[in-house]
Nanobody, 120 residues
Framework: QVQLVESGGGLVQFGGSLNLSCAASASSFSINAMGWYRQGPGDKRELVAAITSGGSTNYADSVKGRFTISRDNAKNTVYLQMNSLKPEDTAVYYC??????????????WGQGTQVTVSS
């Protein structure tokens, strides 16, 4: 079983910054890609940023240049530094981890979500 615990959400003003973190407890699993998704009211869940175990990153066009994803493999933790926040960034942010069991099966796990609200 894998558990993802997120932290760092909150209320921030337009132009402000927040740093999200997500720690994975994943004994007996290898963690491949980790990422952040978000879901605004009435919206579908969308990819914000992802990072492989090797450090390759991928960003949604809407956050390029403002958000930075990073990870600490030793701590099984992924971070999302969010700068120049806009009201349209308001959403529940979910951490995601793609893991492989010792038997080679692949699974995907989600965190519980953390609310990010940007006031105008």
């Amino acid at each position: 079983q894998v558990q993802l615990v997120e932290s760092g959400g909150g209320l921030v003003q337009f132009g402000g910054s927040l740093n999200l973190s997500c720690a994975a407890s994943a004994s007996s699993f290898s963690i491949n890609a980790m990422g952040w998704y978000r879901q605004g009211p009435g919206d579908k869940r969308e990819l914000v940023a992802a990072i492989t175990s090797g450090g390759s990153t991928n960003y949604a066009d809407s956050v390029k240049g403002r958000f930075t994803i990073s990870r600490d493999n030793a701590k099984n933790t992924v971070y999302l530094q969010m700068n120049s926040l806009k009201p349209e960034d308001t959403a529940v942010y979910y951490c995601n981890a793609q893991v492989v069991s010792s038997r080679g099966y692949e699974y995907r796990y989600w965190g519980q979500g953390t609310q990010v609200t940007v006031s105008s």
